[in-house]
């Protein structure tokens, strides 16, 4: 059996590699639009600020590696169109601008994102870049060198990792964000915490501020807003991303209004014989029950692998996501999983909420660090539906208890008779999740 698959980062490769492992005689032909594969690209922004000084050591796999397992990988190859009727790809090579046809059995699109651009007047002559893909950090290594100023259009997770790691190289950094807050995905009071840890790191933020316009002066990018304009050496976009799925417009297969693909928890698109994986679909959000698009490396890894399997012949489902993020600024990591309050107010859910502020292990020991949590429920029943976390340690491993305490319908009564691990350096009597759960009042 011939299996084709359009990409070759997260979703492609862990698809690949898990294909070959199941079956040694499978046919695994991959094609890639870059030049680059198998790539950890959350680690980009730390490449960009020299924490990781080699790009090499963002990379899995090679394509040598690949090939040496018999998984042919073509990079510079593009898909353009898909015939499912005749289950042919039609590829263009980029270096030739040759277009080709490869036949498959089955076929994962595993295209992954764009980087959106606002495309504003002076956008093709400014120094404006976007950080999508390792192509992208390895320009704007270069380039930031010879930098002493940026400017960043985009307060969410890339926008806020790059002026973290900029700043701590020595640059000065403006974020110019059109929202009242950055960090859009947590709640206001929460993302504010990250904005006074960027502040005090001298990063300038604007917020309830639009981009109009980009001007040249000398070697100077000029970014003109409506309230102000920032004489910079570069300037980095990141309002978000957007699926490659264009190629895919004359398929008819089931898409969001944003392109992202709609699949089943097989992993199966509306067209037989072709599944979808990683950064360019939906999955399914197990609190609002619907399909809900969250680009994040964790989905694109785990459901690759699912793909492999049932093109295998095994009968695996992807259960669905339930929100799960954590970001470093700078000395505290902030963590969500499930909703916000803010979200669950615009839903019209019938949530509450308690915060709390405690340690993350017994005061008295030394390293105590404070840790903020925030805990959303179901009001009646206190099924937890939401957790939000903040602090310098304790702060990964309890957004993932709250993770599969949500996933499993855990009530806030049940949640704090959890038998957890208890000892002054790691913990407190009552866990700080326990703490918070006890002032759920029904």
């Known amino acids: 059996m011939k299996t084709i698959i359009i990409g070759a980062v997260a979703a492609g490769m862990s698809a690949a590699a898990k294909l070959r492992r199941l079956d040694k005689d499978a046919i695994i032909h991959v094609y890639e639009k870059g030049t680059d594969i198998s790539y950890g690209g959350c680690g980009m922004p730390y490449f960009l600020g020299s924490l990781i000084e080699d790009e090499r050591l963002l990379v899995a796999r090679t394509r040598e590696d690949f090939e040496k397992e018999g998984i042919q990988v073509f990079l510079n190859h593009e898909a353009i169109t898909i015939d499912p009727e005749k289950k042919k790809v039609s590829i263009l090579k980029l270096e030739t601008n040759e277009i080709v046809a490869d036949s498959y059995d089955k076929l994962l699109i595993a295209t992954g994102t764009s980087a959106n651009r606002t495309y504003v007047s002076g956008s093709y002559t400014a120094n404006v870049h976007v950080l ?71 990063v300038k933020i604007s917020l309830r501020e639009h981009l109009v316009a980009y001007e040249t002066s000398s070697d100077k990018t000029i970014v003109v807003t409506d309230k102000d304009r920032y004489e910079v050496d570069l300037v980095i976009e990141a309002i978000g991303v957007r699926p490659n799925t264009v190629f895919l417009k004359d398929t008819g297969m089931n898409m969001l209004k944003n392109g992202a693909i709609v699949v ?44 492999a399997e049932n093109i295998a012949g095994l009968d695996e489902h992807f259960a669905g996501i339930v929100g ?93 008779q959890m038998d957890f691990a208890y000892s002054p350096p790691f913990n407190q009597v009552w866990d700080p999740l326990q703490v918070a759960a006890n002032q759920i009042k029904l």
Do not use: W
Not at 147 to 169: D, K, P, Q, T
Not at 380 to 391: D, I, Y
């Open 264 to 307: 089943n928890d097989k992993m199966e698109t509306s067209i037989p014989d072709i599944y979808a994986a990683g950064d360019c679909v939906s999955y399914q959000h197990l609190i609002k029950g619907t399909p809900a698009y969250v680009p994040l490396g964790t989905h694109a890894n785990k459901t690759g692998r699912i793909v």
């Open 324 to 416: 799960s993020n954590i970001i470093k600024v700078n000395r505290i990591g902030l963590a969500k999983t499930g909703l916000g309050i803010d979200e669950a107010k615009r839903l019209n859910l019938d949530y509450g909420y308690v915060d709390v502020s405690t340690y993350n292990q017994s005061h008295y020991f030394p390293g105590a660090t404070k840790i903020f949590i925030r805990l959303v429920y179901e009001q009646g029943s206190g099924v937890l539906k939401g957790a939000q976390l903040v602090g310098e340690k304790g702060i990964s491993d309890r957004i993932n208890i709250m993770a599969l305490a949500i996933t499993k319908g855990v009530t806030a009564k049940e949640l704090s």
């Open 132 to 202: 999508n893909q390792l192509s992208d950090a390895r320009e704007l290594k270069d380039i930031i060198k010879n930098s002493r100023s940026v400017a960043i259009i985009g307060g969410g997770y890339i926008g806020v990792e790059v002026a973290e790691n900029l700043a701590h190289s020595g640059l000065n950094v403006t974020i110019v964000e059109a929202e009242g807050q950055i960090l859009n995905v947590f709640d206001v009071e929460v993302a504010k915490l990250a904005q006074s840890e960027l502040e005090s790191m001298g």
